[in-house]
């Protein structure tokens, strides 16, 4: 829980409204006090001060614990609200029995039920209202106050991330060295092989056509990422023969799930990045679904010369799910294998 240091304020807060009080409602009886008669004031005054800011503060953080956030506002302030009768009677009965401890023979007994002791009643109990609207808004208030700061700062990376990952997007549409890469694939099957020429200029085709329509929607099926992958694959499978292989194994009725577009590609793209590729040594991805789960595995094999890399494609996809409000991606490395565990979700959902 995010709190602020009051190690100070602890310290110089009681004294503070101790004499504050004293200055504005109890003025006219502290110049009728007799010396000792003051002494004794100031001391249960400033000790029940010090024990009901202490109290205070502590109920107030353990309500912020056990019901934490702005969303739990309104609930902490009716607790604190039913409460509050409490928190005022023992700051009365703090300065009483302290009155009666120090000089317990003031001819007055313990409780006078009558007018006089009504009144001071009264007036005791105004005073700690006043005393304990400021505890309250202090320790409530600078937690809303961190709270909400907390959030806004949260909102702004969280957008920063989701404009990061469109300008990639952007950027990977028209990657220069993905497209020259195709294109000298292609060139080479047009002399070679030209039916498979053929294929792979339709493969390249759906690849753009889908980097072009998914760029702004949060959404999409599964069905139509897996479509998007088999041709992305082809056009990598073209380029690398023997040295890639994927695997999918999602069953039918998992297609309708929906995902962040362009997770499969930006996943399928990390594993090409950083590993070898060889027809000895294929890199190997598995896309399968479990228990409402997606993971992509692929085998670990790095290369030795050391990629140059951002990690901006796992990042954008853990914002994405965090805009979306739901449980973050899984990134583990585990027998040999990178595996990521993405959430499936059932239904849209709108980014606030």
Not at 3 to 30: E, H, S, W, Y
Not at 219 to 228: A, N, S, V, Y
Not at 325 to 339: A, C, N, R, V
Request: with cysteine.
């Amino acid at each position: 829980m995010m709190t602020f240091n009051d190690t100070r304020l602890r310290l110089t807060g009681p004294l503070v409204l101790f004499f504050f009080g004293a200055l504005f409602f109890r003025v006219k009886l502290l110049l009728s006090y007799t010396s000792i008669e003051l002494i004794r004031y100031l001391i249960v005054g400033i000790t029940a001060g010090y024990i009901c800011w202490n109290v205070t503060r502590w109920l107030v953080r353990r309500i912020q614990q056990r019901h934490p956030g702005l969303a739990n506002t309104r609930y902490r302030l009716y607790v604190l609200l039913l409460a509050f009768p409490i928190l005022v009677n023992i700051g009365y009965f703090l300065r009483f029995f302290g009155h009666r401890l120090i000089y317990p023979h003031d001819g007055e007994s313990a409780f006078d039920w009558d007018v006089n002791f009504f009144i001071s009643y009264l007036e005791t109990i105004g005073i700690q209202i006043f005393y304990h609207f400021i505890y309250i808004g202090i320790y409530e208030g600078s937690y809303l106050f961190i709270q909400w700061r907390k959030t806004n700062l949260e909102k702004e990376a969280l957008l920063r991330m989701q404009w990061q990952g469109r300008f990639e997007v952007l950027k990977n549409q028209v990657n220069p060295h993905f497209l020259f890469n195709s294109l000298n694939t292609l060139s080479s099957l047009i002399s070679e092989n030209p039916n498979l020429a053929e294929a792979f200029v339709d493969d390249m085709a759906s690849v753009y056509r889908y980097l072009l329509q998914t760029n702004e929607r949060e959404l999409t099926p599964l069905r139509k990422e897996l479509d998007f992958i088999d041709s992305y694959y082809y056009l990598l499978k073209t380029r690398y023969g023997s040295g890639i292989a994927l695997q999918v194994a999602v069953r039918e009725e998992e297609k309708d799930a929906l995902l962040p577009p362009l997770t499969l590609q930006m996943l399928v793209e990390n594993a090409v990045k950083h590993n070898t590729m060889l027809p000895e040594q294929p890199l190997k991805i598995r896309i399968e679904t479990t228990d409402g789960f997606l993971q992509i595995k692929n085998t670990l094999q790095r290369k030795n010369v050391r990629v140059e890399s951002n990690h901006v494609g796992l990042s954008n996809i853990a914002s994405k799910y965090k805009l979306l409000k739901q449980p973050s991606p899984i990134i583990e490395e585990k027998d040999g294998q990178f595996i990521v565990t993405l959430p499936l979700l059932q239904e849209r959902i709108g980014i606030n």
